[in-house]
């Protein structure tokens, strides 16, 4: 007989999100994913100057806010056909480079890693073992046996008083913790490390957009100016500092994240074969070498993949009709032509119907509507997006670099290829791509660099930026490869002003609802079949819904007409 637990809220992600499993014989044989939460940012668009719509969906969340902003200017510039200076699109390459860094570090330690790392079980560890367990997968200085020891006696102040602050409510000692007490030490010391680098790389914002999170963008390129010796500009002073947090961020991917993944992958290899859900996955292809039109050129290439037929690619066009459309079967909004139609996001309508228990309730209706996120597909197929789908993509491409991370991954895990069709093929996919951008950042800024010493310092085309010079009706689309997966905006502008956005985000296409036809998306997918050693403790959904990355949004009160709050969500412990 079965059995249905909740997670409610699932944390360590951005918003809120409760999933609700079957579980029979310690396996899950059913899985609901409720998105809990509601932006309405399409709404609140209406109505306004289309270039001040970066500011408004920058603020969708705290930890995507650089990539949600870049799609849209990217989206405007499409409807009226601006194309950027090439130092613009550097610069661009060089922010989304480092928020990658960024965002899969922090995501890999502060929001992953306690998943498979036991920070209570760390105290055991022999300081001077985990020294040369250290020394001997990396060249990163701080892994002296003293350095260990420091950390230890950290962290046993915590244990001692009762209080394990950042590290409360975690399912330490539980069964399906497997690393070594020295791996765990290692892990644990390189979490409040990557606590201080975050710190660092984020400059690289500051530098170029003035500040992070919510960096300035500009629709026809960037809201900076390049001075080498202008103490006001992007000089010489900056750029130097931009490229040693570059080199920095690197070193730090290279020398502690990648060798910590490795060692903490290598004893959970049993994970190559859990949470593996679809076998579909989607890139739209970001990162443009050639302008943002040649989609050749882009060193995320586009693509989809069905079934994990790794050798048929087939073709993603956002533009067309048939191909991306959003349904609401069991999602709390309503359509105009009813909950069964798909539509297009051009056609798009954002009208909320909740019409789920009141709170307080003990489950979902689930054969009812049960989420505030729509139903996304692509042709009829739910997709996976994110950092797998990409690493998978640029495989199938045949990109030379794609194959040596990867082979060279799957050769010292020992594991085969069909590995990474999983959970821990999706945690290892985001290490994988880390390496590929921090070179590729650095690469951007010597390009940058060159194109100032040939004196190419233009950072924004405003030739069309007078509303008066563009068309009556003009429509466009932005894409870009979030760290999370695909992201698209969609604009509609009639007489200058926002007469229709849609933005649909990498969560919603991997944490949505089932169809109209019952098919499940990606989260639910990938936990059916997932086994839980305690239905009280259950650390392996946080497992595999965690390897996606998910990020609902930063947080919400819902209100009535009226301005009284109707429920407010807060988050505590998992």
Known sequence: MSKRIVVDPITRIEGHLRIEADIENGKITDAFSSGTMVRLLEEILKGRDPRDAWAFVGRVCGVCTSVHSLTSVRCVEDA???????????????????????????HFYHLHAMDWVDVVDALKADPKKTSELAQSISKWPKSSPGYFSDIQTRIKKFVASGQLGIFANGYWGHPAYKLPAEVNLIGLAHYLEALEWQKEIV????????????????????????????????????????????????????????????AIASFYKDWGAIGGGLGNFMVYGDIPMNGYRDETSYKFPSGAILNKDISHLHEVDLRKDDEVQEFITNSWYEYKGGDQVGLHPWKGESKINYTGPKPPFEHLDTKQKYSYLKTPRWKGHAMEVGPLARVLVGYAHGREEYKEV?????????????????????TAARGLESVLV???????????????????TRMADTSKFDPSTWPKKAIGVGHAEAP?????????????????????????????????????SAYESALVGTPVANEQQPLEILRTIHSF???????????????????RISVVGD
């Open 406 to 426: 990867v082979d060279k991954a799957l050769k010292d895990l020992n594991i085969p290829v069909t590995a990474l069709f999983s959970t821990l093929g999706r």
């Open 203 to 262: 400059k690289v914002h500051a530098v170029f957009g003035g500040k992070n999170p919510h960096p300035n963008y500009l629709v026809g390129g960037m809201a900076c100016s390049i001075g080498i010796d202008d103490v006001s500009g992007i000089n010489a002073e900056r750029l130097a500092l931009v490229q040693q947090l570059l080199k920095q961020g690197k070193e730090f991917i290279e020398q502690v994240y990648i060798p910590d993944l490795m």
């Open 438 to 456: 921090a070179g590729w950042g650095l690469d951007f800024f010597d390009k940058l660099i060159a194109n100032i010493k040939n004196g190419d």
């Open 80 to 106: 009226l056909g601006i194309v950027i200076p090439p130092n613009a699109e550097l610069v661009r390459n060089i922010m989304y480079c480092a928020q990658y860094m960024h965002d899969h570090v922090v």
């Open 484 to 520: 999370r997966g695909a992201l698209a905006h969609w604009i509609n502008i009639e007489d200058g002003k926002i007469a229709n956005y849609q933005l649909v985000v990498p969560t919603t296409w991997n944490a949505s609802p089932r169809d109209g036809k019952g098919g499940l």
């Open 549 to 567: 990355d998910p990020c609902m949004a930063c947080s919400v009160h819902l209100y009535d007409e009226d301005g009284k709050t109707i429920s």
